[in-house]
């Protein structure tokens, strides 16, 4: 902790220090730079935290974070009801809206299964996704799962577990990215963009 920090101020830097990328330095370092300038940062920031404390909440529908449920995406009319991506975490949902390309809903798992961290389907939105599918709606689900063996395992999982609704199960295709360098890329990535390869 901070030497000569009062508890106010080490209990901020512990708080700070447990979000994601940020370590007990970090978190000085943000301590710091929100103390300094309590006006224009900390106010705003603590007001922020109280409103989003209050008013953010789950989608019933989709797993998403919003301040109405059914979430703002789900309730937009002009969205492909038939298309479900499902994704491992709302940050998942925002880069896929990021790309503004896909105009259907979203399902958020809320994680991967993991027999290393005894995650099973029962911790994750399986069974509403299921539902969903099931409902007689939806004719694709898209599954925009990590490239990692938690994530293949879940792909395959749910791909098994939707094939008796006669929904089509479709993955994201995986290989060069736009703009990328065949010498920059592992081994990995290269073999599947051989294996995803498609008529020029």
């Not at 736009?178 to 592992?186: C, M, P, Q, S, Y």
């Given at each position: 902790m901070a030497a000569s920090a009062g508890p106010e101020?080490?209990?901020l830097i512990a708080l700070l220090s447990k979000l994601p990328g940020l370590g007990p330095r970090s978190g000085r370092r943000a301590a710091l730079a929100l103390l300094k300038k309590r006006d224009t940062l900390l106010a705003p920031l603590t007001a922020a935290?109280?409103?989003?404390q209050a008013k953010v909440r789950t989608c019933s529908v989709c797993g998403s974070l919003d301040t109405s449920d059914p979430c703002a995406i789900c309730a937009d009319g002009s969205r492909d009801p038939r298309l479900i991506c499902v994704v491992e975490e709302v940050g998942s949902l925002w880069a896929m809206e990021r790309g503004q390309s896909f105009k259907g809903r979203y399902h958020v798992l809320g994680g991967l299964l993991s027999?290393?961290?005894?995650?099973?389907?029962?911790?994750?939105?399986?069974?509403?996704?299921?539902?969903?599918?099931?409902g007689g709606e939806i004719a694709?689900?898209?599954?925009?799962?990590p490239a990692t063996v938690d994530g293949q395992t879940t792909a395959h999982?749910?791909?098994?577990?939707?094939?008796?609704?006669?929904?089509s199960v479709t993955m994201l295709a995986r290989g060069v990215p736009?703009?990328?360098?065949?010498?920059?890329?592992?081994?990995g990535t290269i073999a599947q963009a051989l294996r995803a390869r498609r008529p020029a």
């Open positions: 101020i080490e209990r935290l109280v409103d989003a027999a290393l961290d005894g995650v099973g389907p029962e911790a994750l939105r399986v069974s509403e996704l299921l539902a969903r599918a099931g694709e689900v898209i599954l925009a799962l999982y749910l791909a098994d577990r939707l094939a008796p609704t006669g929904v736009v703009g990328g360098d065949l010498d920059w890329l592992d081994d």
